[in-house]
């Protein structure tokens, strides 16, 4: 489960209309989230807060043998408007699964968040600060994340520890993403480590035939912060006229409808080298995944490839209903010929209806994904009747809602089992989980934990 700090990070990228999939280390994201999740150990709990839409503070307190803890800080420039409450954040929110990715939009235009004061240009970038500290290690970890301009983002970590080489490492990261391909440019001081990283789709340019988020129109997606400076005080603002609006309407009416894409197809490469201890690195990878439009069953299909080391492997992800996800893993090495394969699942366990149904109204409900799926239509739409497309998305988001807890697990060829159920007690979200190794006999558990947040 994600951490509460992880999900106001990630609240920040939605705000400020940047895409975490759309880059070269989110290749096999699908796959991390489904087999390498972590099972907690011994008993720890968390607390947290977002006092304020701009400010939110971490408290953590656990215990593995011996009591320690963390004390976290987030300051964002940019109001946060995301749900705080423990009992009101969505559990597929906080619980990384299957990704299902979307079509690629258009970056946004730079004019957009523009903010005018008296004939001069007043806005900001928007920017984001955390800190993070660790007891009774004293260890202390920080980040630095800011938008330079819709395409660009800028992100700088670092660690300061006497355990490490130096005291401590930053790591820099400078990211340019324009939705038909995206780059990355590292620099650490640890070996002075220099690295680019880089993802390309194939298929139609988001740029001349995408959307842009959430729509063509600025004025529809405004930047809360800019929002409120508006009314705040007086400005004046660059608006999108009905005008312009007139024309945008004209010249997609006169071009042919967009291509509709039922897949998409991405090739990406790493490439990186240490100055001090000369030696570097490569890695090179493809993904082909389902988008939205797909009428079967979404599915994530990856194969990577590091030449130096000569390690090689594929993955295969699934959703084969609205609960349950299937992943698959086989990595193997041509220089030693070792091998291993690794599955695992994910099942969403949602809410019992009360009320009570025929036994035809259940029929449609348990195969109306079936059917959709499918494209053949339910028995309801066949027999005349349409659904309204308002009535189809509040089911979803009911559906969404519903759900009380997923469980996840995954084995090894060497029967290595790991367990996790998270899920949610009245307000608090928790996570369980155990590793089993059913080699070791009588000491086959090797890890028994439980893990508590609440959230305010």
Request: charged letters at 20%.
């Amino acid at each position: 489960m994600l951490g509460f700090m992880d999900y106001v990070q990630n609240a920040f990228y939605e705000a400020s209309h940047w895409n975490r999939d759309n880059s070269y280390g989110s290749l096999t994201a699908t796959a991390r989230a489904l087999l390498d999740f972590d099972t907690p150990r011994g008993l720890r709990l968390n607390v947290s807060s977002l006092s304020s839409p701009n400010f939110a503070t971490s408290y953590t307190l656990g215990s593995i043998g011996a009591v320690d803890g963390s004390l976290s800080y987030l300051y964002s420039s940019l109001p946060l408007l995301a749900k705080s409450r423990s009992n009101d954040i969505e559990l597929r929110h906080v619980v990384e699964g299957y990704r299902q990715l979307q079509e690629l939009r258009r970056p946004d235009e730079p004019w957009w968040s523009e903010v005018w004061r008296e004939g001069k240009k007043v806005d900001r970038r928007d920017a984001l600060l955390y800190g993070r500290l660790f007891l009774p290690q004293s260890t202390l970890e920080a980040l630095y994340l800011r938008r330079i301009s819709p395409t660009q983002q800028l992100k700088v970590s670092c660690v300061s520890d006497s355990r490490l080489s130096n005291g401590g490492t930053i790591l820099a990261l400078l990211q340019h993403d324009v939705g038909k391909y995206s780059t990355e440019y590292l620099y650490s001081t640890d070996s002075a480590l220099f690295g680019f990283r880089g993802l390309y789709n194939f298929g139609a340019d988001p740029r001349s035939s995408g959307s842009s988020y959430p729509s063509s129109s600025p004025s529809s997606a405004p930047h809360p912060s800019h929002s409120q400076t508006q009314t705040s005080t007086p400005t004046l603002t660059i608006p999108s006229s009905s005008s312009s609006s007139s024309t945008t309407t004209t010249t997609t009416s006169s071009s042919p409808p967009p291509e509709t894409f039922h897949g998409r197809f991405s090739a990406g490469a790493e490439l990186y080298y240490g100055l001090l201890n000369q030696s570097g690195g490569i890695s090179t990878g493809i993904r082909f995944t389902t988008l939205p439009a797909h009428t079967g069953f979404p599915y994530t299909m990856t194969l990577t490839l590091n030449p130096l080391m000569g390690n090689l492997s594929s993955t295969y992800a699934v959703k084969a209903s609205s609960a349950l996800s299937l992943c698959s893993r086989f990595d193997f090495n041509v220089y030693s010929y070792e091998s291993e394969l690794l599955v695992g699942m994910e099942l969403w366990r949602r809410r019992r209806r009360r009320r009570r149904r025929s036994m035809r109204e259940d029929e449609k409900g348990d195969l109306e994904w079936v059917y959709r799926k499918l494209g053949t239509g339910t028995p309801a739409t066949d027999s005349g009747t349409t659904r309204r497309p308002d009535v189809v998305e509040t089911r979803k988001e009911n559906a969404e809602s519903d759900v009380t807890g997923v469980l996840k697990a995954r084995v090894d060829q060497d029967w290595n089992l790991g367990l996790l159920w998270e899920g949610r007690v009245k307000e608090l979200l928790y996570s369980c989980g155990v590793s089993v190794d059913f080699r070791k006999g009588e000491n086959m558990f090797r890890g028994v934990g439980v893990e508590v947040l609440y959230s305010s």
